[in-house]
């Protein structure tokens, strides 16, 4: 059974958590650029975390499906509707064969992650069934979304929270929108001033101290030449003391790396793999969902904190995670 | 050796100081080798990178970077057996380049820059001996030691928006070959009709940091031959 999508929106691709093992031939992660949205949708629809599912930006989608599926999302402030029913962040929602799923461009945010149960039938290229836009590989055809384009679907899984009747068919009539949702947080991530908690980079020391001192005072705006490599930002420029040439080295979502204009750079998660600037800070994982959203105009600042602090958040949701997976199943009996 | 954060998921372990082409390149690859012999719980890439190698981790698995320091610090303290040519391939990988005009838009300013003639730009360009510090920037993209040094030349000032793939160019002290066609600023002096980067291949990079690295200088009509 296939989705079928009348219209792409802005940008749409088909992502999952990520490709790993290929960074040695200078291959991105990729993947949903807030992997954990993406893993909290899966939840909700009853899929594997790995499952993989859309990501959309900005603009509106328009998709039917040729079988009726359980769908969730997490992100930005996005509209979305099955039929004429509200379909809000982080629920469940049944559409019928002869519904339309609509996303509406978000009022706060830039993106959200829908999961379908069952997830999409994309190849699996280099580990990964997520599209890599810039290498044009993986995905549906190595690219975005268009309208027209037709996306096989697994098989379903039976949806742990519908009970079949005799004949096997759902007692629950689409349009049906869950009551309950994943957690506010997790599912809603959209907002209009930004702030990102960092841990000091290997190179904070060779930043002029009004440098380190701006950086987590200043508000900072992203300017529009900002993609799912990184947002780049602009705000007071941040100085260098010594102005050493750098080898490259690895760099990883969430970088903040300072070019010698001095106007940071926050990597996302299509960024390159190495990378030759001075790298002041880094934005921590349980942020990255805040710093998917950002677009350009928004505003961001920066909070400093230490990196067993940010260890110990990134710990907490993790756990969190696994127990909200427990959770969903015992409610599912 | 240093071991710094990078990030609360991520770190780099610093072999060298600076840069030596053979004798840091060598001291990263053996490092390499022994953090994929140890497996290390919780790890799920390592990227090396001239004098470093980036160790990433599963969110869920960061039991602390102390404890993790001490594993690596001990995996490379291990003996390992010394790397063997890559299986189907000679110890030095050729690269055919087509050095002429058409491909090679810059050849006339390096020249100039290094006060040579086209031709001898051409032939010292091929027949250095070069090996790869690391591949990234894009996929399959090689960074190349070995550059004779009068060959260096800055970046042009304004970068390219398209860059064709398989060409060969020269950035600062290093060349390269942009594995497809992409934006770029380096020098660009010839092409390679071969195929960088395939994901039908494993691994689909045809470069990989430490591998040995020649350019054989091929006619027009080579180039077309190899590239239909």
New interface residues.
Partial sequence: MNLLVSSAGFLTSVQDLGR?????????FGGALDAHAMRVANAVVGNEDNAAGLEATFGKLRLRFEDERIVSWCGGAFTARIGDEDLPPGHAGLVGKDDELLMVAPSAGSRAWLAISGGIDAPV??GSRST?L??N??GHQGRALRAGDVLPLFKERRFPNRRPDKNGDLEIAAPWISKWSAPAPWASTGQRDHFLRI?R??HWDSFAPDAQAALVTAQFIVTPDSDRMGARLDGPALERIDAADL??????P??LQVPPNGKPILLLGDC???GGYP?IA????VDLPIAAQLWPGDAVRFHEIS?TE??EL??ER?EDFARFRVGLTLHAR | MRI???????L?VRIDDE?RPDASLNAVLVALRCLEAAELPGV???????????V?LE??R?A??DELKTKIERALQTSVEPARPRAGTRSVLEIPVCYESEFAPDLDEVARHSGLSPEEVVRRHSEAAYRVS????????P?LSGLPSELATPRRATPRTEIPAGAVAIGGTQTGIYP?KSPGGWNIIGRTPLRL?D?QRE???LF??GDRVRFRKISREEFERASA
Avoid at chain 2, 4 to 10: E, K, T
């Fill in positions: 790993t093992g290929y960074r040695q031939s200078g291959v991105s290229v280099l890599d810039r290498g590989f993986g841990v980079g290997t080898l490259s080295e690895a760099v990883a969430g970088t390159q793999t190495i790298k880094h934005v921590i994982t990196l940010a260890q990134l710990r993790e | 710094d954060p990078l990030g609360d998921s991520a780099i840069f799920i890439e390592l990227a090396p990178a001239y004098t470093t190698i980036g990433f969110p869920s960061i602390g970077f690391c591949v990234g920037f894009t996929p399959g993209f960074f497809r980067f994901v691994p689909p990079a990989r940091a």
